[in-house]
T-cell receptor, first 113, second 117 residues
Framework: EAQVTQNPRYLITVTGKKLTVTCSQN?????MSWYRQDPGLGLRQIYY???????DKGDVPEGYKVSRKEKRNFPLILESPSPNQTSLYFC????????????FGDGTRLSIL | AQKVTQAQTEISVVEKEDVTLDCVYE???????LFWYKQPPSGELVFLIR??????QNEISGRYSWNFQKSTSSFNFTITASQVVDSAVYFC??????????????FGKGTLLTVNP
C-alpha cells in the first residue's frame, strides 16, 4: 500500500530536549516536505526536499532542521524545542514537486512544555 | 510571493443544501497550479483536485464542482446537496509552476464546513 509514515504520532516533551520526527514514503517520490498546522493559520511549509541531498527552506524554517540522505526518508529535527513549536506536523511526498498532488502522512502532534 | 485567501473561516449548512467555498489566490507567475484538499475530523489530508493555470474548464465530480476564473483569481469549490460526511476543513493551495518555484506549496487558512442533519 502506498503510504507516508510518520513517527511518533504523539509526543509530549520538554523545552530544550532534542527530538526527531521521522517520515518515510514507499512510493519512490522525489519530493518530500514538512508542514505545521496551527489553529487559524492553516498549513505552513517548513522545509522541502527536491531529491536526495537537496533541501530548501519553506515559509517557517526557524528552529527546525532536515536531512535527506535517502530518497525514502525525510526526518524533521528540533534541536532545542520551544513551546511555540507545539503544533500538528505533517509530512508529504509527491512525484516531482509542490505542483503535484501531495500524499500526506497521518500527522504528528507535538506538545512542548 | 504567492498567497491564498480563504475568507470564510467557518460555514454551517443543513444537509442537502448547496454550499460554495471561496478561494482567491495571488501569484506573479503565468504558470501555476491550484489544489483543494479535505481534512475530515479524523485528521488526515486528502487530495481532491488539481488545476493548472492554462485550463479554465470547470470540473464536476459527483456532487463536487470547481469553478476556476483567472479574471478574478478565484478557484471556488461547490458541494451540491451537502451531506453530513462532507463536514471537514477544506484547504485551497497554490504552487507556482516555473523554475524553482514549483517546489513551494502555499495553503490557505482553511474553511471549516459543518453539515448538520
Amino acid at each position: 500500500e502506498a503510504q507516508v509514515t510518520q513517527n511518533p504520532r504523539y509526543l509530549i516533551t520538554v523545552t530544550g530536549k532534542k527530538l526527531t520526527v521521522t517520515c518515510s514514503q514507499n512510493m519512490n517520490h522525489e519530493y518530500m516536505s514538512w508542514y505545521r498546522q496551527d489553529p487559524g493559520l492553516g498549513l505552513r511549509q517548513i522545509y522541502y526536499s527536491m531529491n536526495v541531498e537537496v533541501t530548501d527552506k519553506g515559509d517557517v524554517p526557524e528552529g527546525y532542521k532536515v536531512s535527506r540522505k535517502e530518497k525514502r526518508n525525510f526526518p524533521l529535527i528540533l534541536e532545542s524545542p520551544s513551546p511555540n513549536q507545539t503544533s500538528l506536523y505533517f509530512c508529504a511526498s509527491s512525484t516531482r514537486g509542490g505542483n503535484q498532488p501531495q500524499h500526506f502522512g497521518d500527522g504528528t502532534r507535538l506538545s512542548i512544555l | 510571493a504567492q498567497k491564498v485567501t480563504q475568507a470564510q473561516t467557518e460555514i454551517s449548512v443543513v444537509e442537502k443544501e448547496d454550499v460554495t467555498l471561496d478561494c482567491v489566490y495571488e501569484t506573479r507567475d503565468t504558470t501555476y497550479y491550484l489544489f483543494w484538499y479535505k481534512q475530515p475530523p479524523s485528521g488526515e489530508l486528502v487530495f481532491l483536485i488539481r488545476r493548472n493555470s492554462f485550463d479554465e474548464q470547470n470540473e464536476i465530480s459527483g456532487r463536487y464542482s470547481w469553478n476556476f476564473q483567472k479574471s478574478t483569481s478565484s478557484f471556488n469549490f461547490t458541494i451540491t446537496a451537502s451531506q453530513v460526511v462532507d463536514s471537514a476543513v477544506y484547504f485551497c493551495a497554490l504552487s507556482e509552476g516555473s523554475g524553482g518555484s514549483n517546489y513551494k506549496l502555499t495553503f490557505g487558512k482553511g474553511t471549516l464546513l459543518t453539515v448538520n442533519p
